[in-house]
C-alpha cells in the first residue's frame, strides 16, 4: 500500500540529546514537508523540501535539522538547541505541482 | 497578512444532527482552500478541496463544503452527524499554485453526544 509512515510513534529522549525523526513515503511525491503541532497552537510548519538534496527553512526552524538524501526520505532531527522539543510531529508530502499534502500518522516526542 | 480563521474553537452536536464548522481567510485572490480532520493521536486526513469550478464540494465521510468569494469563506457541512465523526477539523488555504506553505486554522474540536 502507499502512504506515508512515521517512526517511532512514540520517542522518549533526555534533555541534551538530539533525536531524529523518520518520514518515509512510497506515493513518489516530490515535496515533503515536517510540522510541529501543540494543542491549541494548530500545526507550524518546521521545514519543508520541494526536491532531493534542497530544502527551505519554515516557520519555527530553530532547532531542527533535516536532509534529503533520498525522494522518499526526509528525516527530522531535534536538536539539543530547541528549548521546547516535546510535541507531535507530523511529516507529510505532496505531488509536484500540486497542493495537497498528504500526512503520516505523526510522532510524539516527550522531552524528559 | 495572509490568515485563517476557524471562529468556533469547539462545537458539541447531538448524534443524527446538521454540522456547519467555519473557516474565514483573509487572502487577496482566490486561494486554494482544505478541510483536514484528525482523530486523537493520529495523523491528518484529507476531507475536501477546492481549486476551481464549482464552489459547493463534495467530501469523503459525507462532508461537503461550499466557498463563497463575497464572504471569503470556505465552510463545512454535514447533514447527519456520526459518533464517529468527533474530532478536530482544522480548514488550511494555500496561494493558488503555491504549496509551499499551507496556511492553517487553529481548527475546531467537534464533540458528539449520543
Known amino acids: 500500500d502507499g502512504g506515508i509512515t512515521q517512526s517511532p510513534k512514540y520517542l522518549f529522549r533526555k534533555e541534551g540529546q538530539n533525536v531524529t525523526l523518520s518520514c518515509e513515503q512510497n506515493?513518489?511525491?516530490?515535496?515533503m514537508y515536517w510540522y510541529r503541532q501543540d494543542p491549541g497552537q494548530g500545526l507550524r510548519l518546521i521545514y519543508y523540501s520541494q526536491i532531493v538534496n534542497d530544502f527551505q527553512k519554515g516557520d519555527i526552524a530553530e532547532g531542527y535539522s533535516v536532509s534529503r538524501e533520498k525522494k522518499e526520505s526526509f528525516p527530522l532531527t531535534v536538536t539539543s538547541a530547541q528549548k521546547n522539543p516535546t510535541a507531535f510531529y507530523l511529516c507529510?508530502?505532496?505531488?509536484?505541482?500540486?497542493?495537497?499534502?498528504?500526512f503520516g500518522p505523526g510522532t510524539r516526542l516527550t522531552v524528559l | 497578512a495572509q490568515s485563517v480563521t476557524q471562529p468556533d474553537i469547539h462545537i458539541t452536536v447531538s448524534e443524527g444532527a446538521s454540522l456547519e464548522l467555519r473557516c474565514n481567510y483573509s487572502y487577496g485572490a482566490t486561494p486554494y482552500l482544505f478541510w483536514y480532520v484528525q482523530s486523537p493521536g493520529q495523523g491528518l486526513q484529507l476531507l475536501l478541496k477546492?481549486?476551481?469550478?464549482d464552489t459547493l464540494v463534495q467530501g469523503i465521510k459525507g462532508f461537503e463544503a461550499e466557498f463563497k468569494r463575497s464572504q471569503s469563506s470556505f465552510n463545512l457541512r454535514k447533514p447527519s452527524v456520526h459518533w464517529s465523526d468527533a474530532a478536530e477539523y482544522f480548514c488550511?488555504?494555500?496561494?493558488?499554485?503555491?504549496?509551499?506553505?499551507?496556511?492553517w486554522g487553529l481548527g475546531t474540536s467537534l464533540a458528539v453526544n449520543p
Open positions: 477546492y481549486f476551481s469550478g
Open positions: 488550511a488555504v494555500a496561494p493558488a499554485g503555491n504549496n509551499r506553505k499551507l496556511i
Open positions: 507529510a508530502s505532496s505531488p509536484g505541482g500540486t497542493d495537497t499534502q498528504y
Open positions: 506515493l513518489n511525491h516530490d515535496a
